[in-house]
């Protein structure tokens, strides 16, 4: 076997020691063991695994949030070193863990990434969204929140942390400013679905124009931004070992701010955030309103890593008291009443309805014969998701990737539930990955449904853009799901599929068609995050330590209290 060769930025080239490759590894595993096993993702106990009731502000003296946080990150117990804050990978990496060799493409990644740089007095402040000079515009030359979070993760990776600081303290000062649509005021702490950097040439002066939803199509505040923004401060702060940004009173006042908003009282029966369509990556009608499943797993993340990164001093106390309560209600709630397999499916389709009191067996009253016909074959023997929403009389049983993998990530879902949903992607891999990965959800509206559902939106025709078209963007969320849950062959083909057309379709935004075969009808060219998604997956799957930047161990305390209640027996 040939030595593997390391190309650094400059063009030099070394032959480093060979090392089994982690496919290898994977592969030898695979024949010792029935099941694929879970990642470890932190081999010491460490802040980030302490239970939820361990961490209540009741029980327990306040404590110091990132004690030992650099010797806390493990992965992939007797198979990875020591996880190295701020390690470079990809096209710079000086020796990859298991001798991945980079691939070709890297290079033209890295270099259309930094072409998407936005600076603001000669500072980085984040990625613009797309640089296509073939289209007009729109916003597409701003720096979105959701957007700059794969390119955020990139520069992590490469030990370029510096961009992502400029961003989380440029946006949590855009926090503070006087949102309003129209004569209504918007919560203090909606963070901006976007900002734009203007240049006055007269006045050699630079601006920022933020956009809190009062431009966005439909007029609909970013309800994830925030989540985000929590997520990948999180994420900085695990990677450089750097607790200076996140414990400055500004972050966790913003933090608290955010927070807030979602964990005020209300009328709400249930324990999961009521959105309207268009608050998310899925910004236009999808009928996705109500409780989106992308929505609370990316709201359980970020409880889960505000809880991490709050002083737990007096001024938090009340805040950490009520994330914790929230998490436990959220996690029965999620794992019971949105989970779905083929137990479960044939519960609900034994339903009966009308049933009143606390010992009704079908507790949101949906109605049998609501049930889609392609979900009986869509449901494979072994495997299950998390369905795209559950409110009153209404389940939908549409999948939904992004929520999925944040589920897995998050640990919102069990092991059992994260292997099932990776079991599901591999029995219907020709529906969800196709010929290019990945669909943003399955199956797509068509006819009737889709005029009514969406508006006969020309832009979300069937098997296109969110309607069932083919996002390269969640290439890195398949990748880090797959390798927390011991999967990493699921990723490595995937991303194969991916770099087989991504650099000669010149980095679209979205594919269409079934199969993902076609360049969207409408997509950009030269979208970042498709450039940014690629690039973290081909690192993490290089490194798996990156891994512990964005995924969270399981609260073990947690799972024994995990059962459905004998109400729910059919």
């Not at 081999?43 to 302490?50: C, L, P, T, V, W």
């Not at 306040?62 to 650099?70: F, G, H, I, T």
């Not at 259309?112 to 007095?121: G, K, Q, T």
């Not at 030269?526 to 973290?536: D, E, H, N, P, R």
């Amino acid at each position: 076997m040939p030595s593997p060769v390391d190309v650094s930025q400059n063009g030099n080239v070394r032959h480093v020691e060979a090392t089994p490759s982690l496919f290898e590894i994977e592969e030898d595993l695979a024949r010792l063991l029935e099941r694929p096993r879970q990642v470890n993702i932190e081999r010491k106990r460490s802040f980030d695994e302490r239970s939820f009731s361990e961490m209540s502000m009741t029980h327990s003296p306040p404590r110091q949030v990132y004690k030992n946080l650099e010797n806390s990150s493990r992965v992939f117990d007797n198979m990875v070193g020591v996880y190295s804050p701020g390690r470079w990978s990809g096209i710079n990496t000086p020796r990859s863990t298991f001798g991945f060799e980079p691939h070709p493409i890297i290079g033209e990644a890295w270099e259309a990434l930094r072409r998407s740089i936005v600076n603001f007095r000669d500072q980085p402040v984040g990625t613009i969204a797309a640089i296509d000079n073939s289209a007009e515009e729109l916003n597409y030359d701003q720096v979105f929140v959701r957007d700059f979070v794969p390119s955020a993760l990139a520069f992590l990776m490469n030990g370029e942390p510096d961009i992502v600081k400029n961003f989380l303290l440029k946006t949590l000062r855009l926090q503070s400013r006087e949102k309003k649509i129209d004569q209504f005021k918007l919560g203090d702490g909606v963070m901006p679905a976007s900002f734009k950097v203007s240049h006055d040439p007269v006045r050699n002066y630079e601006t920022i124009t933020a956009d809190f939803g009062e431009s966005a199509i439909g007029r609909v505040a970013p309800v994830d931004s925030g989540f985000w923004w929590i997520i990948l401060l999180r994420a900085y702060t695990k990677s450089t070992g750097d607790t200076s940004l996140a414990e400055m009173p500004e972050c966790q006042r913003g933090i608290r701010l955010i927070l807030e908003l979602c964990l005020s009282e209300g009328f709400d029966t249930f324990p999961t955030l009521l959105c309207a369509d268009g608050c998310s990556m899925i910004d236009r009608r999808m009928g996705v309103y109500g409780y989106p499943i992308e929505i609370q797993a990316l709201f359980f993340m970020a409880l889960r890593c505000a809880l991490l990164l709050l002083k737990h001093d007096e001024e938090n106390r009340e805040c950490c008291d009520a994330i914790i309560k929230r998490l436990h209600a959220l996690s029965y709630h999620m794992r019971s009443y949105f989970w779905l397999d083929i137990k479960q499916l044939n519960d609900i389709y034994r339903y009966k309805t009308e049933e009143y009191s606390h010992t009704a067996v079908n507790k949101f009253n949906v109605m049998p014969d609501s049930l889609p016909e392609w979900v009986f074959d869509f449901m494979p023997s072994r495997g299950g998701y998390f369905i795209g929403n559950v409110s009153p009389a209404h389940m939908d049983f549409r999948w939904f990737c992004l929520g999925n993998c944040i589920a897995i990530l998050s640990s919102l879902a069990t092991p059992e539930q994260a292997s099932a949903i990776m079991d599901l992607l591999e029995s219907r891999w020709q529906e969800l990955v196709g010929e290019m990965p990945l669909k943003i959800c399955y199956p797509a509206m068509e006819g009737h449904e889709w005029r009514i559902v969406t508006g006969c939106d020309p832009k979300n025709t069937s098997w296109s853009y969110h309607n069932g078209g083919s996002w390269p963007v969640l290439l890195w969320l398949l990748t880090a799901a797959a390798v927390k849950t011991g999967r990493p062959l699921i990723a490595r083909r995937a991303i194969e599929l991916a770099e087989s057309r991504l650099l000669k379709d010149s980095w679209p935004e979205y594919y269409d068609g079934k199969l993902g075969r076609f360049i969207g009808k409408q997509a950009r060219k030269f979208q970042t995050w498709s450039i940014a998604g690629y690039l973290v997956a081909r690192m993490m799957l290089e490194d798996p330590s990156h891994l512990g930047m964005i995924a969270l161990e399981e609260d073990k305390q947690m799972k024994p209290t995990m059962k459905r209640s004998a109400s729910w027996t059919c």
